[in-house]
């Protein structure tokens, strides 16, 4: 079955950053569009941002634009989030998905806080 394994979460201080990395076995990555998603406490989980299968295009939420970047390497069957400027609003466990929010796939969630 699919799994998704994210890691690089932790805590870093408003201004900094952290990159994220998710680890995808059990399907054929290449033939799946990627994306990362965050819940913060007492909201709903939200999209940030998705990649194209081969890479070649991505979108974001407004929220990121400019300061997050993702990322995947087709071979290593990875998915990456790199995330500057990181402000406390920031501040969720943030979630892998494979093939789409509606049907696809989740990974555990990896906590990423800001302090300010």
């Known amino acids: 079955q699919v799994q998704l394994v994210e890691s690089g979460g932790g805590l870093v201080q408003a201004g900094g950053s952290l990159r994220l990395s998710c680890a995808a076995s059990g399907l054929t990555f290449s033939n799946y569009v990627m994306g990362w998603f965050r819940q913060a406490p007492e909201k709903e989980r939200e999209f940030v941002a998705t990649?194209?299968?081969?890479?070649?295009?991505?979108y974001y939420t407004d929220s990121v634009k400019g300061r997050f970047t993702i990322s995947r390497d087709n071979a290593k069957n990875m998915v990456y989030l790199q995330m500057n400027s990181l402000k406390p609003e920031d501040t969720a466990v943030y979630y892998c998905?494979?093939?789409?929010?509606?049907?696809?796939?989740w990974g555990q969630g990896t906590q990423v806080t800001v302090s300010s």
């Open positions: 990649i194209a299968r081969s890479g070649g295009s991505t």
């Open positions: 998905n494979a093939g789409g929010a509606s049907s696809g796939s």
